[in-house]
């Protein structure tokens, strides 16, 4: 294989690792290509309140499980004095709280933050752990003719089986005063529509249960759990609002439990309630992905710029824009044909115009240009060996920085205060370079790479400032790779550079 073919597959390696591992992160991680993006959190929080009876009391709260479009991002208990564990009971989570010393008013909390879920799985599982066998309700004989009567006219009014838990969520959430539902509700006034529908639904042999959740808002208080129903009808399970008898699971409807005996449970306690309380946040995705990642443990992430102090996290985000500037320079050099000072001078520079802000750092860097030619063409004269010229110039270089610190100080210009960031050392060179051209080539060439190197820098600078391309590169520096590819590739173009079409415009005539 001839070197030109190995730099080829090389190239063409590196490019597909890098986008790879960023679609990887993009695809799999969420990880937001552009910035700014952010995701919704809500904060939801369970208080329960009872009174004691006793000494001792337990409180027994059914947890979220996970669910097919939410995700659940972290999870916290308060209470007081009060022993703590987490029981599952055939796949439900539980949450049990016990104490053998109390007295008077108990308030047990529990709160956890969500957010939606990015990619939603097809099904959830949960609905189909519900019990085949459907048990009857009891009734005394004037509410089991009621409920008979209900059943009768839900089917007598339905035109297909899949209508008939509309119809009788309709008739339980008609008039309270209508005879049949009166009857019924007369002997448990405090029964929910939700459980007196699963009755009915029970009564005619139809497979359903109990959602209870929460309606996720900006701003809610002590709220109660909301109930739904969940239906298994010929077309699969659906879910019913047993107030208005709608079908589908409402927008921004947290899923607290699917089923099950109960919500809340208190043993030596009465007056139990549970309330909700939520409030929405907005957080950067990034955020979100690296929390999620870092739950799951993925390497990618655990080795990656996150894993070190925010301070080095700084600096290297500002290194990453270093191969960008890099490129850019490779680009103007071998395929434009512009000849700068220096081969990645225009880099360091562009890095100072990130500090300095463009227009600022363009004329600090004139002046001190300008300046340090000055006083080389002066000890030119003087027949200084070649390094204590360069001395002598990085000297009044670092003079002119402090006295333009202050003086831009004094004037209330503090942008200029950043001219600290210039590189001394290669600004010296550079000066040093410049005017042995000047004295060989001619204040022309001086011209030509001085205005090459700041046309170089300012659109370098124009790439490493961009917001989107230092987001990719600090949250995505496998994108490096795909430019280390490029720029390998683009190292073996030997075809003419743009000037050089232009120079050689008339040699086809």
Known sequence: MTSRNQ?????????SVGLGLTSYKFFSLHFPLTPGSVRTVWNVEAKISF???GPSALADLALPNTQNNYEILDETFASSGYKFNIQNYSGQRRAIWTNTDISGQQNLYYSLQITPRIERESADMATRTVTQYVSKPTWLPAQHEAAMSIIEAAKKNASSPDMFTRE??????GDPRAE????????DKDLSRANMALKLLAQAGVRAHIIRGVQLGNRTHNDPPVELIEVNEASGWTIYNPDTATAGLPDNFFIWQRGGPSLLDIEGGSRSKIRFSVLSNVIPAKNIALKLAREKTVALVDFNIYSLPVEK????KLLFLVPIGALIVVIFQILIGVRTSGTFMPVLIAMAFIQTTLLTGIAILITLVSTGLWIRSYLSKTDLHMTARIGVVLIIVVMLMVGFSVISHKLGLDQALNMTFFPMVILAWTIERMSIIWEEDGPLEVAIQGSGSLLVAIVAYLAMSNGLVEHLTFNFPELLLAVLGVILLLGQYTGFRLFELYRFRHMDN
Request: aromatic fraction near 10%.
């Open 168 to 173: 009788v969520l309709k008739i339980v959430s």
């Open 51 to 53: 009174n004691s009876e």
């Open 7 to 15: 730099i080829y597959l090389l190239s063409a390696i590196l490019i």
């Open 180 to 187: 049949d539902i009166h009857v019924l509700f007369s002997s």
């Open 313 to 316: 996290q700084n600096v290297f």
